[in-house]
RNA sequence: GUCCCCAUCGUCUAGACGGCCUAGGACACCGCGCUUUCAAUGCGGCAACACGGGUUCGAAUCCCGUUGGGGACGCCA
């Protein structure tokens, strides 16, 4: 038990930081603080062709955003290539492994061949039958060679924290490639290379490895090492139930980021994708949630990626929000969305009236756009339902001079004003709010109207009256 | 095709030892209350153990099968 636990994120910069990826990265993270000891970041770039710097760039963007700190790292295996060279060489001196001179078309059609004819032994590669003097000699002449693992017979197993035992058949197994001819080592070679090097303790990762496992276990025993403690967690599914990709919207990390999520707010909801403390509790701190997680509440079954219950978080995150967390997201959010410049002397008020009630930072730019700019639609909606009193026309012109004339303009005098004409006119006050609402936030959906006057000020409420007259006009034919 | 895995409300899930489950919570949805709209909030509602066999006094919980879904079968990771 003394050992100290050592967890790796072991991603391949070929895309950026997914919400899959993040998941992963995420529980080992979890894991990693639970148990006080190191989350190591490794970029798994033996693909040349498809790896690039800024991917990896976006990937430590996204685990950065997500306050996933790694303690060592990153460790770049395009960096490491003597040390795969030296293991896969010791398994060849050792017989495990052996020479293959077959040209890479050659290796696909005999592929297509297997699986014709239900494994058994073809799946015996005819390289494996050379001797070592004939293979030594073709070597050292310049022939192209890759280095293949012998699968050994009977069987192969280990143990997974969430999926129990896991066997499978060595025959189904095929003598995979460790090193390609071009000397570049493969994804199994690395892995459990890098895994022996960094004293990993835990393999963590997403179930799509579960089948990869066995020949991974079975290098580690031809090395000779130990065997680390797996757990395979289930996949995120899209709504579709299938494998969660661009179809289903965003899968980029970065792209919730850039919608207006919060970074607390996902990384609540995303460990609670999976994995469940065990009692209703859902709203839970980094914290809480180091504290209470374990590999025991890792689920098997597939997740679905669900944005409604993260908006539900997020939500819940933002109504949380110190005031000067949210000033300060909510200004990146307008600054991002190219408004500036309206009145940011009543910012604090503003944000005040609209806390509870924000869903998604982007909805300062969208939805309650018009307490921050004079550049904004009405809702068609909310035209429908509010606007269509032909007498609007004559009431809200009325309600404008006596705004104008009135000496003062405050929560409560623009009230009484605002009733008496009401009042007055014989009619609901709240079919005159609520057209007042719509002509000062295009909305039919905001705070107290009264509130949102105070937070406009006086000049902007009557000029915004006066848009609303106009449009009145033009939309009213009597 | 072959191998592996999974299966509780539409979604995320609770459900250690089978009885406390006429299956709980949350999101979403639908009512009602409040209200100047919406939101929030309060209350209430709808809604699931995939199916079929066993084992057992008793199964969502154990076993087998079926169906459905997912994953893996690269000189990708």
Known sequence: MPKQVRVRFAPSPTGYLHVGGARTALFNWLFARHHGGKFILRIEDTDFARSSREMVEGILEGLRWLGLTWDEGPYFQSQRLEHYRSFAGRLLEKGMAYRCFCKMDESAERKNGYRDEAAGDAALHECARLNAEDSGRRAAAGEAFAIRFKIPPEKTFFRDHVFGRIEVENKI?????????DG?????????????????????????????????????????????????????????????????GATSVMAYAQTGYLPDAFFNFLALLGWSPGDDREILTRRELTELFSLKGVGKADAVFGLEKLDWFNSQYLRNASAGTLKELALKELEAAGIGDSGPESLDAKLELLKGRIRKLSDFSTVFRAFFSDDFEYDPDACKKFLKDPKLKEWIPAL???????????????????????????????????????????????????????????????????????????????
């Open 400 to 478: 404008y001079a006596l705004y104008l004339a009135a000496g003062e303009f405050t929560l409560e005098s623009a009230e009484a004003i605002l009733r008496g004409l009401a009042e007055r006119q014989g009619i609901k006050a709240g079919l005159l709010i609520n057209a007042v609402r719509v002509g000062l936030t295009g909305q039919g959906v905001a705070p107290g109207l009264f509130d949102i006057m105070q937070v406009l000020g006086r000049q902007r409420t009557l000029a915004r009256l006066e848009r609303l007259g106009g449009y009145l006009n033009r939309t009213i034919s009597n």
């Open 173 to 181: 197994l095929e003598d995979f490639v460790l090193i390609r001819s």
């Open 184 to 248: 570049i080592p493969t994804y199994h070679l690395v892995v459990v290379a890098d895994d022996v090097d960094m004293g990993i303790t835990h393999v963590i990762r997403g179930a799509d490895h579960i089948s990869n496992t066995p020949k991974q276990v079975l290098l580690y025993r031809a090395a000779g090492e130990p065997l680390p403690e797996f757990a395979h967690l289930p996949l995120i599914l899209g709504p579709d139930k299938q494998r969660l990709s661009k179809r289903h």
